[in-house]
């Protein structure tokens, strides 16, 4: 099993830029495809982005593609989502998760860990 906590969610302005963090523990982490997740208020989890083990492989939900980008590092067994031109609608508490699939994956329910999540807040 693998355990991830996230950082550097918080407040920022629509237009702004955040990065998150995921890092995780245990030895699993460089054979495993990562994603980030988010729910907001009252609405479904909903798939952001993926990457594959080795970090050659990104993908994007549609409505952040150009503004969001995920990267890895597995010698920090961490991943990360860069967040820029932020919007209200971002709004959301991020997720970070590993998947237990081989192929890259947008459904929540192939991945197996999840970490606890962190808020990201957009102000108009």
């Known amino acids: 099993q693998v355990q991830l906590v996230e950082s550097g969610g918080g407040l920022v302005q629509a237009g702004g830029s955040l990065r998150l963090s995921c890092t995780a523990s245990g030895r699993t982490f460089s054979n495993r495809g990562m994603g980030w997740f988010r729910q907001a208020p009252g609405k479904k989890r909903e798939f952001v982005a993926g990457i594959n083990w080795s970090g050659g492989n990104t993908y994007y939900a549609d409505f952040v593609k150009g503004r969001f980008t995920i990267s890895r590092d597995n010698a920090k067994s961490t991943v990360y989502l860069q967040m820029n031109s932020l919007k209200p609608e971002d709004t959301a508490v991020y997720y970070c998760?590993?998947?237990?699939?081989?192929?890259?994956?947008?459904?929540?329910?192939?991945?197996?860990?999840w970490g606890q999540g962190t808020q990201v807040t957009v102000s108009s």
């Open positions: 998760a590993a998947s237990v699939v081989v192929l890259s994956t947008t459904q929540d329910r192939d991945f197996g860990s």
